[in-house]
């Protein structure tokens, strides 16, 4: 098994002083990556905020959670990926996904395309940043991208790369980051209605092992190398375990009770109950990367102390 490490996801700062703050913090708390999602709202552009925050941290790693694919060529995406990760001296993770809410598509006046071909367009992407980030000279034509004699410049410090990361629920996405990704990251939400209808019923622990059966069955030979992450949506600190997971299902009443006590997206109790559950959790379906965001990264930290890099 591997050992356990730690990100969390940091949206915006009031000011740079406030956001290197944020970062040393993270790095002083014991997480291993510090994460910026990718979203047309209100929050930082991922890659300038990266690098300001690897500026002002010396081990923290870096990581995109997760990119929209859309938002960019795939040329566009490797040379940024490799930029920061020459300028972090080789600690960026870089995570993509294939989009999910229509909002942005239309402000952005991307058409939005039915996920089928969102994902198919995404795993395209994939390869085409994979290989320019490895060295090669790139000549492609897809059905969603064309790139003529392309090399990258800078060559990223990491080799043959750095790290890359593909998160998603849905078994479609989920088959490409098999295939394609270095670490797998489980989400257990499907997005409905473009975006503005967050389904959270795959929490539950039996659809979990059906999404790690197919990346183990996707990956073949290949699963033994892969880090499997959760993004951790709740995470609470208490002594009345019950009555706050009472209060998660009046949120998500789709869930029961013990639908959430075993769900790899929650973390409700004690301490030494958490530490308890990301084990169980590790042991289970091998997930030893634990993602959270920043409104719970306090509440995380005791965990962290306890189980990173064991």
Do not use: C
């Not at 970062?23 to 979203?39: C, F, I, M, N, T």
């Not at 942005?104 to 058409?111: L, P, T, V």
């Amino acid at each position: 098994m591997r050992p356990f490490r730690f990100g969390v996801n940091v949206r915006t700062a009031a000011s740079a002083a406030d956001w290197a703050d944020k970062a040393r913090k993270v790095e002083r708390l014991g997480y291993s990556v510090l994460l910026v999602p990718d979203h047309l709202a209100e929050l930082f552009a991922p890659f300038p905020a990266l690098a300001a925050a690897a500026a002002a941290t010396t081990r923290l790693r870096i990581g995109t959670g997760v990119l929209n694919n859309d938002l960019r060529h795939p040329v566009l995406t490797a040379r940024d990926a490799a930029t920061l990760d020459v300028l972090s001296d080789g600690r960026l993770e870089l995570g993509v996904g294939a989009g999910h809410m229509r909002s942005e598509y239309e402000q952005a006046g991307i058409a939005f395309d039915p996920g089928v071909t969102r994902i198919e367009r995404l795993a395209e992407a994939v390869g085409i940043v994979k290989r320019l980030l490895e060295g090669e000279t790139v000549t492609f034509t897809g059905r969603h991208y064309r790139v003529s004699g392309h090399t990258l410049h800078p060559r990223p410090k990491q080799r043959p790369r750095p790290p890359l990361l593909i998160g998603g629920n849905a078994p479609p996405v989920l088959s490409v980051a098999a295939a394609e990704a270095d670490i797998v990251g489980l989400t257990g939400i499907t997005f409905r209605r473009g975006g503005t209808a967050p389904d959270v019923a795959d929490f539950r622990a039996s659809v979990v092992d059906e999404r790690v059966r197919l990346v183990r069955e996707t990956a073949g030979p290949r699963f033994a190398q892969l880090e499997l992450n959760a993004l951790v949506q709740r995470v609470i600190v208490t002594e009345s375990r019950g009555k706050a997971v009472d209060e998660l299902v009046a949120r998500w009443p789709q869930l029961t009770a013990d639908d959430l006590l075993a769900s790899p997206y929650v973390l409700v109790g004690t301490v030494d109950q958490m530490v308890d559950d990301l084990r169980a959790r590790r042991e289970r379906w091998g997930i030893s990367y634990v993602m959270t965001h920043e409104a719970f990264m306090d509440a995380l930290a005791p965990v962290v102390e306890r189980l990173a890099g064991r």
